[in-house]
């Protein structure tokens, strides 16, 4: 479930957190693991992301603050700015991605929409031209085995009211004088 997923990427960051504080000073490379969870937070969106990523610099520059035993301060800067920075463009770059790559699944399922109503089109042609077909296979059918004009007429008005489907359907005769 997304709930759990959300607060596994949230863990994830105090436990890097703690491998920090566990660490003190030798663990600067360790800030780094922030990279690890962090951007997958933009799964769940922009909000998500940023709301985690500001939980993981809070955490990192906390515990710089925690292991060097000072107040937020200029000189603690190089401890924290760059795996800070590190994160925020990091993330940006996620965030494009995860856009970029929603935009292109978006488009995919229209395109496939679009080919599955001409394919649907095309199949009702076809069918519709098949139909045609073997109406007009019974029409040469039954020339072929009515010995009666009358009849063969008859059937013919039946078959082609049948294959349009309409109502009412003739065979006419013109003869002189109207």
Known sequence: PARVLKGLLALSSVLVA????????DGLGFAYLFLWATPYAFVFGLRHAVVQGVFAAALLIGVHDVVDHDPLLGVDVDHWLIPVVTLVVVGAMVHRLTSELRRADGERLRIEHERAEVESGRAASEAERARREAAMGRLGRIALRV??????????VAIVTETLGIADCAILELVEGG
């Open 18 to 25: 703690g491998l920090l504080l566990v660490s003190e000073a």
């Open 147 to 156: 010995p009666d004009r009358q009849a063969l007429l008859d059937e013919a």
